[in-house]
Every structure is written in structure tokens, then in C-alpha cells.
């Protein structure tokens, strides 16, 4: 029910948003009342009526270029996977010039698992924007539950673990090899496929980044934490979880609404929202157009959430933060057959371990993250590595100028350490590439690679997938500026 008021809220407050940006225009400089007294004041505070009324839809990536070795490239964005509950979106690169793509072909391909935890993986826009200065990227790209018919079932921490599984997999079967990145709610879960993986015989990426992650939750519990350990599974289970409204696809099904855990967000720090807020009301009459744009596009991405499955949610509640099953060594996960197979992060070897923690981190407490090189015994410690960033949040760490400036450089050496050549399975790197139309996979259990196929025979067999062509990438982003063509990597 709670959701349904909220809806009729939010339906009610629509006009007045409408009409609260409106009367801000009107009242702007050189509009028809924009000379009038207090002309200013009113428009800053219709303008800030409106941003607090607005309903925010999922922003954009919107990355168009990106500049490897000082040279501007093109960046085309497209889906490579499709599943029920998420997408594997590629940030394919173009250029015509010789050089700049050879070295495009020959760098490391970076898999960045997104948290599924209220915001969308937008989030990482400045994440993906840097690493695309040297790596090939793709990113998990969850959709908002609510969008989902019922028809598609449930989504669990078990199909979360099975979804990177195949991306993993699918990145192999394209390069040869991959690492991959996971930044907060997503290293568990991460953690957890590597293992699986590893436990089967199964082909390892050759690194593994974790940033900012609760690993071990009971070390330095957060405010975050503590709300999740305090609380019984009954209560989350009985006072969170809603049903999505006859007004959306998903109707129907139980998810943990992104409006409530925006409210969890802003009330950890309801003073400094005010005051940014004030502050942006100021800026306005100030005329201050960098800060109130600085405040604009911060907003636009921290008020747009999305619905979780309440079986998702509610796993990883009693999974990681009150059973703590990942470091009692308790955790099974059921595989895309139906079988529960014991995660052993202890069998993971031959591969590179980074774990990234920031000083001030309020949503993952210091040693949360650190904690997986106690579990992952496997990897010899020279292939092992730590670091902390000085003055950093937990945004800090994979956004703003400590991330390019400070944890950037590391991520970059550490993966260059541990990268191998990339051999393209049965198909030549041709200049052709930008035409060759990329596969998107609906199935939730999609194909394995031949990598798996040399797993041990008591492993699971291969899941079937349906796969589905997608359209090449528009000539538009491919020949800019009257190139004849653009080449990619």
C-alpha cells in the first residue's frame, strides 16, 4: 500500500513541478517578469521547488569522446547482452588513425561490475569515462526491477552471482581473456563467481579489482551495516517490501522500492542535503552557473534509484550482513541447473588481487574490503595488493579527483601487471571490426565458452542461450567529420 500512496504522491506533485519550472523561466533574466523585484529570488526558489518535486528518471552515460594518448576518439555505447534483470553495456571505441588504433586493440579488456543497490550504474559515469583513456570496458547495467513483468521470474543473489559468471565467460570467448572491476555491494557476489569458477577448473580472469565493498561486514560496522545486522530478516521482510503498482510492467512483484532507500540515504546526512541545497538556492541568485550546474548534475544522478528484487535484496540482507556466509565459509549458491555449489574463495589462484579502501568511508568501514585477501589464501602474496586512499569517502574512491588522480594510477599499474595477450577466438582483429554486429544474449542462463568445456566432468553441463543479433553500430558515430570510416577496438 505504501507504495501506491507514494505513486499517488508523486502523480499529484507533478503539476506543481510543471508549474514551479515554469514560473522559474518566467521570471529569469530577460523573460517577462525578469525585471521585476525580486525577480531573482523567485526564480531560485521556483527553480529549487521544482528539483525537489521533479520525478529523476535514469540519467545517461552520455560519454561521447574520451582522449587516449592525447588523441580524441569516439566512444559508441551498446548493449552486447541482454537479460532479464540486466544489461552488459560496451563503450566501443572509434578512430581513424593508425597508431592510436593499434593501441586501442592491444589494451587490457576491464569487465566493471556495478552495484545493484538503489542507484543505477550511471553512478560509475566518471569510472567508466577514465578507464576508457586505457582499457576496453563494458559495465553491468542492472535494470529497475519494477520494469520487469512478472513472467520472468525472480531474481536472487544466486542469479547475481550466475549473470557475471557468463559475462566473464562471454568476455573470454571474445578476448581470450579479461579482468574485472567491482566497486561496493557487487565484491561479494564477484568474489563469490570467481570461486565457483575456480572450484569447476573453469578459465580466471586475470585480475580482480575490489573497491570499497563489504567483503566482512562486521569489520567497523557503518551506520549501513548496523541497520542490517540489528534488524531481524522478518522485519526487513515485513516492513520494506512492496509491490510494484498496476502502472508498471513489473506489477505485481515484490521489490524493495529505490524510494525508500533514498530516503535511507539522505537521512545518514539530512544536514549537509540541506545545506547543499541553500547553498544551490544562493548560487542561483548569485548567478553562480558552474556551481548550480555542479549541483544539477550531482542531483540528477544521486536522486535517480531504482527498485530491487525483494529476493535479491533480502539474500544479500541475511547472506552478507548477518550470517556473514562468504567468511564463515557456509555459503552456497545455486548454479543456472538448479545445484548448490559451496563457495571457496580459497581455490582462486594464478590471478592478481587489488583491494581499494577509502580512509573515510562511511558505507564500507575500514577493513570490510581488505578482508578478501584473508579469504583468498590460493593467491601467492606478491600477486596481492592493498591500498588505501587518504581523505576519501566511499565516492571517492571510484569518483572526483582522488579516483583519476589517486586510485586511477594504481588500478591501471595493476592490471598492466597482470594482463596478457588477447587472442581473439577463431576470428582475426581485422579493420572490419566497426561492422561486425555484437550479440546480445536473452537468455537468463546464457552460453558458456569453450573455456568451460574443459572444466572436470562432475561439473555442470552448458546451459542453452538464445542469442539475437544486434543492429551494427550507426555510420553517424562511425564516420564523424567526413572520415570515410572509423575503426574500432
Known amino acids: 500500500m505504501l507504495y501506491q500512496l507514494y505513486e499517488a504522491q508523486r502523480s499529484l506533485m507533478e503539476p506543481f513541478a510543471d508549474f ?4 522559474s523561466k518566467l521570471y529569469g533574466q530577460g523573460a517577462a517578469l525578469g525585471q ?32 587516449v594518448d592525447g588523441r580524441e576518439v569516439v566512444i559508441h555505447e551498446s548493449v552486447e547482452i541482454a537479460k532479464p534483470f540486466c544489461q552488459l553495456r560496451r563503450f566501443k571505441r572509434f578512430t581513424d588513425e593508425p597508431e592510436i588504433l593499434q593501441t586501442l586493440k592491444s589494451q587490457p579488456v576491464v569487465l566493471i561490475v556495478a552495484p545493484l543497490s538503489g542507484h543505477y550504474a550511471t553512478l560509475l559515469r566518471d569510472t567508466v569515462r577514465t578507464m576508457l583513456q586505457g582499457h576496453k570496458v563494458y559495465i553491468t547495467d542492472w535494470t529497475n526491477a519494477r520494469l520487469v513483468p512478472l513472467s520472468e521470474g525472480k531474481f536472487t543473489l544466486d542469479d547475481y552471482v550466475n549473470y557475471v559468471e557468463d ?7 571474445e578476448y581470450g581473456n579479461c579482468h574485472v572491476i567491482s566497486v561496493c555491494q557487487p565484491t561479494v ?20 579489482t575490489m573497491m570499497g565493498g563489504p567483503i566482512d561486514a562486521r569489520k567497523s560496522p557503518t551506520a549501513v551495516n548496523n541497520l542490517a ?56 541568485i548569485k548567478g553562480d552557473d558552474a556551481s548550480t550546474e555542479a549541483h544539477r548534475k550531482f542531483y540528477d544522478e544521486y536522486n535517480a534509484v531504482l527498485d530491487m528484487d525483494a529476493d535479491y535484496y533480502l539474500d544479500t540482507i541475511r547472506t552478507v550482513f548477518q550470517q556473514f556466509d562468504l567468511v564463515n565459509g557456509t555459503w552456497t549458491v545455486k548454479n543456472a541447473e538448479g545445484e548448490r555449489e559451496l563457495v571457496r574463495p580459497q581455490d582462486i589462484h594464478s590471478i592478481g588481487l587489488l583491494t581499494v579502501e577509502g580512509e573515510l568511508d562511511d ?31 566511499h565516492y571517492g574512491i571510484f569518483s572526483g579527483r582522488r579516483w583519476r588522480e589517486l586510485v586511477y594510477p594504481e588500478v591501471r599499474d595493476f592490471i598492466a601487471a597482470h594482463d596478457k595477450p588477447q587472442k581473439r577466438a577463431e ?43 544486434a543492429a551494427p553500430a550507426p555510420k553517424a558515430a562511425a564516420t564523424p567529420r567526413g572520415s570515410a570510416r572509423r575503426k574500432a577496438a
Open 36 to 67: 521585476t523585484p525580486m525577480a531573482q529570488r523567485m526564480a531560485a526558489g521556483y527553480d529549487l521547488l521544482y528539483r525537489l518535486g521533479k520525478d529523476y528518471e535514469k540519467p545517461e552515460f552520455g560519454i561521447k569522446t574520451v582522449k
Open 189 to 208: 557476489p564477484v568474489l563469490a563467481a570467481v570461486s565457483l569458477m575456480a572450484s569447476r577448473g573453469e578459465q580466471l580472469p586475470l585480475s580482480m
Open 167 to 173: 559475462f566473464i565467460r562471454h568476455l573470454q570467448a
Open 20 to 23: 514551479a519550472q515554469a514560473a
Open 229 to 284: 545486522m540489528n534488524k531481524s530478516y522478518e522485519w526487513f521482510e515485513n516492513n520494506v517490501i512492496y509491490r510494484v503498482p498496476d502502472s508498471f510492467p513489473g506489477a505485481g512483484r515484490r521489490v524493495y522500492p529505490g524510494f525508500l532507500q533514498h530516503t535511507g540515504f539522505v537521512a545518514m546526512n539530512p544536514e549537509n542535503h540541506a545545506s547543499s541545497h541553500y547553498d544551490y538556492f544562493k548560487n542561483l
Open 363 to 393: 558505507i564500507s568501514g575500514s577493513g570490510q574490503t581488505r578482508a578478501a585477501h584473508a579469504l583468498c589464501t590460493g593467491i601467492v602474496d606478491s600477486e596481492q595488493r592493498h591500498y588505501e586512499v587518504k581523505g576519501a569517502g
Open 427 to 469: 576470428r582475426a582483429v581485422l579493420a572490419q571490426e566497426d561492422a561486425r554486429p555484437a550479440a546480445s544474449t536473452r537468455s537468463r542462463k546464457a552460453a558458456p565458452v569453450a573455456a568451460r568445456k574443459a572444466a572436470p566432468a562432475a561439473t555442470r553441463k552448458a546451459a542453452p542461450a538464445t542469442t539475437r543479433k
